[in-house]
């Protein structure tokens, strides 16, 4: 069994030769520890895991003051690690989103990252998408702060603005599909430690309907489907279990949630990923405790099938490379089924 087929068979909860790993992204100090003389962030994870994950290609041109201002029209500022923070966007009230045109889904270039990874890695690696759902892109598309506020104050002109950013997802997973991809991820975290960003009936209401119509377009294409989101989701559980999602990332510890509690009450109807704590155990943990935290993740997960190992959000900076490289050791070693 190769990478893409250990995947492909995690998500769809069938037998399994060992559990597969990935991570979203793994920092370039980690990947230049791990590997010297320096690898790509593609080569590396194909080097090292189940799977690549790439982005969607958009240009984006950098502002006087130093930030960045996406195709989307999204303003964003870097800060030391690779993801960057959104502070502005181009919509703010309704006549803005009847003026606004999304990015081509057919632009030249636009899968050109997809492509490539696919060319190099797809016979045997599972090549992950990154796209979307109902939370980031609409909150990006103004300051997050004023974006919270008008789901309150204009929940019509927030539901119009959620229904826009999923028709433009929509296109731009059946360009995606023509490539031959298979897997995609949604990276919307919706959700504190203390539990969800806006209240479960907030989100039924007025984001649940969009959810559900992305993820069947998505699954309609042929897609496996991986949702990530941070925090602790307990309140949404139901409608992401209901939106039909192929497999739930991290079961975040920081948050409270429990891996082996989700795989004994819901193992049978979605599979997992995670969760060895990022912010701890891989940051400041000895080997013995990586070693303890990984094992105890395979223990009470690993089950027939239907469970991907990874950290409990992804390799950042901070973490020590050689607590990465021990992780994945006990999992090569320790996830076998045969």
Known sequence: MNSLERIQAALRR??????????????????????????SHAAFCARWTDAVCVDINY??????????KDE?????EYTTEAHSFPVDGPIKRMEDLEGYTPPDPEAPGRFAELKDALTKYGKDKAVILHM??????????????????????????IRSLVKM?????????????????????TGDD??????????????REIFFPELKRIVRAYKDLGFL????????????????LEAGFDCLDPIDPIAGMD???????????????GNVNCATTLVSGSVDDVVSETKHCLRVAKGKTGYIASSSNSIHSSVKPENYRVMLEVIFEQGRYT
């Open 165 to 185: 950013t999923v028709d433009a997802q929509i296109e731009l997973a059946w360009q995606a599909a023509k490539t031959g991809v298979k897997f995609l991820y």
């Open 225 to 240: 489907v991986i949702k990530h989101t941070d925090g602790n989701i307990m309140p949404l559980l139901d409608m992401y």
């Open 59 to 68: 240009s984006a041109q950098k502002l006087p003051d130093g930030k960045i």
């Open 132 to 157: 979307n759902d109902v939370w980031s892109l609409p909150s990006r598309m103004m300051p997050f702060d004023d974006f919270m506020m008008l789901i309150i104050d204009q929940p019509e002109f």
């Open 14 to 39: 069938e037998p399994l030769d060992r559990v597969p790993t990935f991570e979203w992204l793994i920092d370039r100090k980690v990947i230049d520890a791990l590997t010297p003389g320096g690898a």
């Open 259 to 273: 891996l082996e509690f989700m795989k004994k009450n819901y193992g049978d109807v979605i599979s997992l990923k």
């Open 72 to 76: 989307w029209g999204m303003v964003k």
């Open 190 to 203: 919706i959700a504190y430690n203390n539990g969800p960003m806006i209240s479960p009936a907030v989100f």
